[in-house]
């Protein structure tokens, strides 16, 4: 910090030598991958430039027009020797690296090409060889990564939901599960203090909507809910998956499925509001990629849109939202009761009895 301080570093003392050095003129650059993990005393002393990753047409060509070129040259290959497709190349981006650069890219193509130099020298200068997504496979083994894999079907208590990571965007399924019990929530999938208050909030957000979702305003007592995100071993945390959690846990007490077609990306407050959240490009890209059309984001994070390749928007129905009513009556297979008309059942509502007819049937 005193080396960064405008203030300190003009005659900053270095402790091994005991010589004082002028470093008001010097320009220093760091670099990280994340911005969390710095003290915020330093991060005060910086300006920070965010450069997000590249996209996936991005790593595309530049494959194409400088790495393919170069790995094959440094290899003593030629054109007519090696051939990547462009099916091949995203193969590659997609299924055997998983990162904001291309560093990866470059080793993985790197690998195909001195497999086939091998060739070369075995079989004669006369080898000549396409690769394709159907036979990249044999040169870099079985997949790395794969793709998250969609629901086909509209289920009760499933929602996809949109994350960042340090390697893009990424897209996460959300279960919600209703069991008899007294009225707790548990929450698995090794979820980080954020999203736990999230999800927190959510419910809150329920039981403060009762009479609009037709629910006793007691249910709570009589059920435990658990909501799960899959890939328990993977760290999660960050303030995008409130209303995700909210509308799984939703679709659960009100036996209404939530569409699968659908992704979403947003925080949510006591009231229902939604707050804007951070990584839309990375995380509108991971949804395309992944085949979802149809996102729904805060109403704040319009203003992102202009970050967005528009050969990708003209492809994507962007929903902006500001409360959470709006977000249910998107996702939801069909929509909710009318606020102001009377709830489904005086009595005991329906999903308190199927979960007991299901218990028993499990005993």
């Known amino acids: 910090m005193e080396v960064l301080d405008p203030e300190l570093n003009h005659a900053f003392?270095?402790?091994?030598?005991?010589?004082?050095?002028?470093?008001?003129?010097?320009?220093?650059?760091?670099?990280?991958?994340?911005?969390?993990?710095?003290?915020?005393?330093?991060?005060?002393r910086m300006e920070v430039l965010?450069?997000?990753?590249?996209?996936?047409?991005?790593?595309?060509?530049?494959?194409?027009?400088?790495?393919?070129?170069?790995?094959?040259?440094?290899?003593?290959?030629?054109?007519?020797?090696?051939?990547?497709?462009?099916?091949a190349v995203t193969h590659i981006i997609r299924h055997y690296t998983h990162e904001a650069g291309v560093r990866n890219l470059s080793r993985e193509v790197a690998n195909v090409c001195r497999k086939i130099a091998r060739k070369v020298v075995a079989d004669g200068k006369g080898v000549e060889i396409e690769i394709t997504n159907t036979n990249v496979n044999d040169y870099l083994g079985i997949l790395k990564y794969r793709d998250f894999l969609a629901e086909k079907k509209n289920e009760i208590g499933l929602?996809?939901?949109?994350?960042?990571?340090?390697?893009?965007?990424?897209?996460?399924?959300?279960?919600?599960?209703?069991?008899?019990?007294?009225?707790?929530?548990?929450?698995?999938?090794?979820?980080?203090?954020?999203?736990?208050?999230?999800?927190?909030?959510?419910?809150?957000?329920?039981?403060?909507?009762?009479?609009?979702?037709?629910?006793?305003?007691?249910?709570y007592r009589h059920l435990d809910?658990?909501?799960?995100?899959?890939?328990?071993?993977?760290?999660?945390?960050?303030p995008s998956a409130g209303i995700t959690l909210c509308t799984s846990i939703v679709s659960a007490l009100t036996r209404i499925p939530v569409r699968c077609d659908i992704c979403m990306t947003g925080e949510i407050?006591?009231?229902?509001?939604?707050?804007?959240?951070?990584?839309?490009?990375?995380?509108?890209?991971?949804?395309?990629?992944?085949?979802f059309r149809t996102v729904i984001l805060p109403k704040d994070n319009e203003k992102d849109l202009a970050e967005i390749p528009p050969e990708i928007q003209s492809q994507m129905s962007v929903h902006f939202v500001e409360n959470m009513d709006e977000v249910l009556q998107i996702a939801l297979e069909h929509p909710l009761p009318v606020p102001g008309l009377p709830p489904v059942a005086d009595?005991?509502?329906k999903f308190v009895s199927d979960v007991a007819q299901d218990s028993e049937l499990t005993n």
């Open 159 to 219: 929602t996809t939901g949109l994350a960042w990571t340090e390697v893009g965007g990424q897209v996460l399924s959300t279960e919600a599960m209703l069991m008899q019990g007294k009225g707790r929530l548990t929450l698995t999938g090794k979820l980080g203090d954020v999203m736990q208050e999230s999800a927190q909030a959510g419910m809150s957000y329920v039981r403060s909507r009762t009479h609009q979702f037709g629910l006793p305003k007691d249910f």
């Open 225 to 238: 809910i658990h909501v799960h995100v899959p890939e328990g071993a993977i760290p999660k945390d960050g």
């Open 13 to 44: 003392t270095d402790h091994y030598l005991d010589v004082e050095y002028d470093l008001s003129k010097v320009m220093f650059i760091c670099t990280a991958n994340v911005l969390h993990t710095i003290p915020q005393p330093l991060q005060d």
């Open 269 to 291: 407050t006591l009231r229902g509001k939604v707050l804007p959240i951070g990584g839309v490009k990375e995380k509108l890209l991971a949804a395309h990629r992944l085949g």
């Open 50 to 87: 965010r450069i997000p990753g590249y996209t996936e047409h991005e790593k595309h060509q530049i494959a194409q027009r400088f790495l393919v070129p170069k790995e094959i040259a440094a290899t003593g290959l030629t054109k007519a020797n090696l051939k990547f497709t462009d099916d």
């Open 347 to 349: 009595v005991e509502p």
